[in-house]
């Protein structure tokens, strides 16, 4: 508490707190847990009521691309936990590749998204649709759970895209540096936060058998 | 602040829990091909929790940071947990 | 901006800095100046939704259509419900007195995050414009303010500026949430351990806890509802496998924290006043920290006492019905820590004290109450009655609102240098006082006698009873119109005041100068000894 001090003398908007920021992008990451999670509850609630029609909706879903995303997502929450030790030990032109290989595997993950959903829609599976009315209750329900929680899981990708561009351009203006990070350290925070979800999201609605 | 001591993890560490994490990726899919009925659900939120533990644990450093942070998510989670406990209180009693 | 340039003792009322007149309020990040802008934003609306009230009131003073038809008084009570819940008292106490007084109490000189907070008291006036603009953009909302599916996603009116002002107001509260804590957590003075911190405090920080945790779900179900309404996903419309009750649970899951928000920081305020008007050490510091951290706690799992007629199992209604009982145990500890922190103490009766006694009095009706509906068999008869009007008055505006006031009438010399007149502070008291009782008192016999909620029209049986509690609200909106006059001239042309502590207080905040300055301390002071050691 004393260093906090030294910086208070000077007017407040030039105090730095690092684990102050750390600490308040934790708790902005537990109201991301509870918002998924109460998705995550509905749709506990809704497998529960409609077990088989869960089954046969899991089945139309393509496990490989699920698990291509799954792959090179976690590989992306790698990289930019490297990017952060190579921003530590000073290595500018690492930790700026790994972002950028972050930042691409983030965008294959959305042109993934966007081939997958559109084979569905093709198919006919969209709320709404005649064919879920066809198919009943369970799988219309599921199908509902499949595009709100990975459309928002989406948005969530967007933009963490648009906190990795920020942070890249922060690092190439030596802004961001081996003394000062925590806007780099939030970013991978919040970027391991959209694996989390994804790596219940993957098994939940891929792999149910 | 720039004067605290940060633990850097190696490149090497990620490495390894990359290995990890992508190991029960594996396992999660293989275990999908088998009949275990209801354990199959199980199996795969266990597998999930595990990776979900050590994205938690290494990536966001819980394990080198301020041990308030981990008390701080298990409680989060707990709550969660009792929510969708409590909940089931009237579905699956209905 | 550092200090070598910022003149000593201005007050932060006067201070000029980068921008100036208005532009210095509204792009203020100073936590007192935003502070500020929450309560004046909030009279403007609490104005709106109790000139509301009133006319629902009018409307109710004889059977049938007597000022407005049916489609009117759904709007007129959802709006109402809407402003006085998401924009009023949710932000409450922690918007105004905790951004103003939180920093102060510890000892810092402003939170954690100060643009964080502009931007929560400017998300907040977007989310109110946004709720408002339904009254140009397809009417009204009509579903009440709990939005209950499925007719908030049939209902021919617009209902999305509603949701989604609602949805954006909930951010507002996520971040001054995320504020406090790490504000409490980060920046609290050398040797104020957390048991040395001052009890408002603690129950900011308790609270803020909820509004991070609970919130989200709210948002959620808000944006489920309009996805449901846009798209037909099917998650609660009963035509494509979804359940209504479903969204019970999640809107309630937020809705019941959500109460812990409007009263822990009031029951905190309540905590700092009674000793300095008692002049005594609050009875029971620890017991009301941990049972303030007890009520945030349980107060998660008990929700389904609002949804005992829903159609949930029966080993849901047990459950729900005995957690909720558990809950009420921490506030009743509270009330007896309050009682005998007065007792044998020196009384001081001023216009603080008196709303503060009025609030044990009120809360405890309230709280009372509370356990008739939470009771399984007495619910059964009650709900969706008056007698549930009647209990959350008590308890939320009796409650959050009389703290409020409680809170308003203490720190208002600290606040604006200025003090109010006494003597018209005492009489709108005692008006509003016996007002707010004679409105909602007979509510409760109404509602025993089977009078529903929401309804334009009732049985002529219930006719004199009405009358009664309309009688009731023209007095107590006459009391509220003294103590707002009174309180917004003194700002003005009260008596100037630069004594730092007029009440004879031990926190921090007694002192700073009247009004404080720009940073609140010169120099941060160093904490020896516990808050409330009278001597």
Redesign the interface.
């Known amino acids: 508490m004393a ?1 906090m001090e030294k910086h208070a003398e000077h007017s407040a908007h030039v105090h ?4 102050g920021d ?2 308040g992008m ?1 708790l902005f990451i ?1 109201t991301e ?2 918002l998924f ?1 109460m998705l ?2 509905m749709y ?2 809704y497998r ?2 409609n077990p088989e029609a869960f089954l046969l909706g899991g089945k139309e879903l393509d ?1 490989f691309m699920g ?1 291509l995303n ?2 090179i997502l ?2 992306s ?2 990289t930019v ?2 990017s ?2 190579a921003i ?2 000073g290595n500018k032109k690492l930790a700026l590749i790994l972002l950028g290989i972050t930042l691409l595997i983030a965008v294959v993950f959305l042109v993934n998204k966007y081939f997958e959903w559109g084979a569905k829609i093709d198919y006919g599976f969209y709320p709404g649709s005649a064919l879920l009315h066809e198919l009943g209750h369970g799988t219309t329900l599921f199908f509902g759970l499949y595009y709100v929680m990975s459309g928002i899981h989406a948005l969530h990708i967007l933009i963490g895209i648009g906190l990795f561009i920020y942070v890249a351009m922060q690092i190439r203006k030596d802004k961001i540096h081996s ?2 990070y925590i806007w780099l350290e939030n970013t ?2 919040y970027w ?1 936060l959209v ?2 979800i994804w ?2 999201l ?3 609605f891929y ?3 | ?4 001591k ?1 633990h ?4 090497k560490s ?2 390894f ?2 290995l990890a ?2 190991v029960l ?1 594996a396992a ?2 293989a ?6 009925g209801p354990f ?2 199980a199996v ?2 266990i ?2 929790g595990c ?2 533990a050590i ?2 644990i ?3 450093h819980l394990k080198f ?2 041990k ?2 981990a008390i ?2 298990t409680l ?2 707990v ?2 947990l ?3 406990y ?9 | 901006m550092s200090d070598t340039t910022t003149p000593k003792h201005v007050s932060f009322l006067e201070y000029q800095g980068k921008y100036k007149g208005i532009l210095g309020w509204i792009l203020s990040t100073d936590h007192k100046r935003v502070g500020l802008l929450y309560l004046y934003t909030m009279l403007v609306f609490f104005s709106l939704a109790a000139l509301l009230g009133l006319l629902m009131k009018l409307q109710m003073l004889a059977p049938g259509y007597t000022i407005m038809g049916p489609q009117t008084y759904n709007a007129m009570f959802t709006v109402h419900g809407i402003i006085m819940i998401f924009i009023i008292v949710v932000p409450g106490l922690p918007a105004v007195f905790g951004n103003f007084f939180l920093p102060i109490m510890i000892g810092a000189k402003d939170v954690a995050f100060p643009r964080l907070n502009l931007l929560s008291w400017w998300v907040y006036v977007i989310g109110i414009l946004v709720v408002l603009s339904s009254q140009f953009i397809g009417g009204w909302p009509d579903t009440g303010w709990t939005f209950y599916a499925p007719y908030s996603f049939q209902t021919p009116v617009n209902i999305l500026p509603a949701l989604f002002g609602a949805f954006i107001l909930g951010f507002s509260s996520i971040l001054t949430g995320i504020n406090f804590v790490v504000t409490i ?1 980060r920046m609290r003075a050398p040797g104020m351990t957390w048991f040395k911190m001052p009890l408002f405090p603690w129950t900011l920080y308790a609270t803020a806890w909820i509004q991070i ?1 609970a919130t989200p779900v709210i948002g959620i179900t808000l944006l489920l509802t309009v996805m449901e309404r846009l798209l037909g996903i099917g998650v609660f419309d009963p035509r494509l496998g979804g359940d209504p ?1 479903l969204y019970q ?1 999640l809107f309630w ?1 937020y809705s019941h924290p959500a109460v812990y928000i409007m009263i822990l920081p009031g029951m905190g305020a309540i905590s700092e006043i009674l000793p300095v008007f008692s002049q005594k050490r609050i009875y029971g510091y620890k017991a009301i920290v941990l049972s303030s951290l007890a009520i945030a ?1 349980v107060g ?2 008990v929700w ?1 006492h609002h949804m005992f007629t829903s ?6 209604l047990y ?2 019905s005995f957690l909720t009982f558990l809950v009420a145990i921490p506030s009743a500890i509270k009330v007896f820590n309050w009682v005998a922190t007065m007792h044998k103490g020196s009384l001081n009766m001023q216009t603080p004290f008196y709303w503060a006694t009025s609030f044990i009095f009120v809360f405890m009706i309230g709280g009372l109450t509370g356990l008739v509906l939470g009771s399984l068999a007495t619910n059964v008869h009650v709900h969706d009655t008056y007698f549930v009007v009647a209990h959350f008055h008590f308890i939320v505006f009796g409650g959050t609102g009389y703290a409020f006031m409680a809170a308003l009438h203490y720190w208002y010399p600290k606040m604006f240098g200025r003090m109010y007149d006494a003597g018209w502070a005492n009489i709108g008291w005692a008006t509003f006082f016996g007002g707010f009782l004679t409105l909602y008192l007979p509510m409760f016999v109404l509602g025993l006698q089977g009078m529903p909620r929401r309804y334009y029209d009732y049985l002529p049986e219930f006719h004199s009873t009405h009358i009664i509690s309309t009688l009731g609200a023209i007095l107590m909106i006459a009391g509220a119109m003294i103590i707002i006059t009174n309180l917004v001239r003194s700002a003005r042309h009260g008596k100037k005041t630069t004594e730092k502590n007029p009440w004879g207080g031990l926190t921090l905040e007694w002192q700073t100068d009247t009004p404080p300055t720009l940073e609140n301390w010169e120099e941060i002071p160093t904490i020896n000894e516990h808050p409330y050691e009278y001597k």
């Open positions: 260093d730095r707190d690092d684990e750390k600490l934790w537990f847990l509870l999670g995550f509850l506990a609630v529960y009521k496990v698990t799954t792959v976690l590989i929450s790698a936990a490297m952060i030790s530590q030990k003394t000062d991978g925070l391991h694996d989390l790596i219940f993957f098994p939940l792999l149910i058998h | 602040m720039s004067e605290e940060h850097i993890s190696s490149y990620h490495a829990v990359l994490l992508l990726t999660s899919v275990v999908t091909s088998l009949e275990m199959n659900t795969a939120m597998i999930a990776k979900a994205v938690l290494w990536f966001m940071d301020n308030l942070y701080f998510t989060v989670l709550i969660f009792l929510v969708l409590v909940t089931f209180f009237d579905y699956s009693y209905r | 957590h945790l009750i649970h899951i706690f998660y799992f389904g159609g949930m199992s029966g080993r849901a459950a729900f």
